[in-house]
């Protein structure tokens, strides 16, 4: 009997339709940096996600299986971000303004120095400024002092450099000052009650908060005079004291009380000057208007325009 012939004989083992082998796939993680740390792994869809939320935009620093290094993700894949996901709306990276040439700049692109941004370039001029106690430069001093008929004018929110507000030297002694002020008129409110002064005056005053920086020498200065203050305000209550001890000699008593009235309101006035350091002279909505700034320092500011309303 003849054998039986072979159902693949007349075809090649090679041409048989044998099914291809899928490829091997493995998932796309994605890491990104939000300026202070790490985060990941995300997944692929994730991360588009996130990129048409604006929380990853063209400035953010990415990285993914395959990359030699991190990259902001405007330069590795501008405008793409995954497929049927229409790109994400720009989003304005955070900026600052260089204390030094003024010019703005991204705000991992500055350092601070003495409590003010610089740019890398002017770092070097800047701290120069410093040692030398120059004053600030006019192009980057605007960032919220400004000067007006020779007197300091001070931004809301404004952050003054690390600078004596007296000689410019380099700074010893910061503290933050809230400053009150309110229109001179209030005071006739003294020919109705005393207790109706107080009152209108909390509720119409204005305020303005900043830093207070002072030299080592004016800062010792500062303190001298605070204890002269509350020596005044010592022997005020010795006076006091004297006159309730010798309440039966009127001459005494009188002269006592006097003494004990006129140094309290001396070392109140002496001690909230020197305490103060500087005496609003308007505050308005934006800005207060300061006087006793040396003139070394507001040298290098701007004119302020217009008034403090």
């Avoid at 012939?5 to 090679?14: G, H």
């Avoid at 001396?266 to 103060?276: P, T």
């Avoid at 308005?284 to 701007?302: D, I, Q, S, W």
């Amino acid at each position: 009997m003849a054998p039986r012939a072979c159902p693949f004989a007349s075809r090649s083992f090679l041409q048989l339709d044998f099914p291809a082998p899928k490829a091997q796939t493995f998932p796309v993680h994605w890491f990104y940096s939000d300026g202070t740390s790490q985060i990941g792994p995300v997944s692929e869809t994730d991360f588009a996600v996130l990129v048409k939320s604006g929380t990853v935009t063209d400035s953010t620093l990415v990285w993914r299986e395959g990359m030699a290094g991190w990259e902001r993700y405007g330069a590795l894949n501008p405008g793409n971000v995954g497929p049927g996901i229409p790109p994400a709306p720009p989003v304005a990276a955070a900026t600052g303004a260089c204390a030094e040439c003024g010019k703005p700049f991204p705000a991992e692109e500055l350092v601070a120095v003495s409590g003010r941004s610089v740019c890398a370039a002017c770092k070097p001029a800047f701290l120069q400024r410093l040692s030398e106690g120059a004053p600030m430069s006019p192009q980057g001093a605007n960032l919220g002092l400004y000067q007006k008929d020779g007197d300091l004018v001070v931004e809301v929110g404004a952050t003054p450099p690390n600078r004596c507000v007296y000689c410019n030297a380099p700074g010893a002694w910061q503290k933050r000052r809230k400053f009150y002020w309110h229109n001179p008129w209030i005071y006739l409110l003294l020919l109705c009650n005393l207790l109706v002064l107080v009152i209108v005056s909390l509720v119409v005053r204005k305020t303005l908060a900043f830093d207070v920086v002072l030299c080592a020498e004016h800062a010792a200065k500062r303190r001298r005079h605070l204890a002269i203050a509350w020596g005044m305000f010592a022997v005020a209550i010795g006076c006091g004291v004297g006159a309730v001890m010798n309440s039966t000699n009127d001459a005494l008593f009188g002269t006592g009380w006097a003494a004990a009235i006129l140094l309290t309101l001396a070392a109140a006035i002496f001690g909230n000057r020197a305490a103060s350091v500087l005496s609003p002279k308007r505050i308005g909505n934006r800005a207060g208007r300061f006087g006793r700034a040396g003139k070394e320092y507001v040298a290098g500011l701007p004119e302020w325009p217009g008034d403090i309303v």
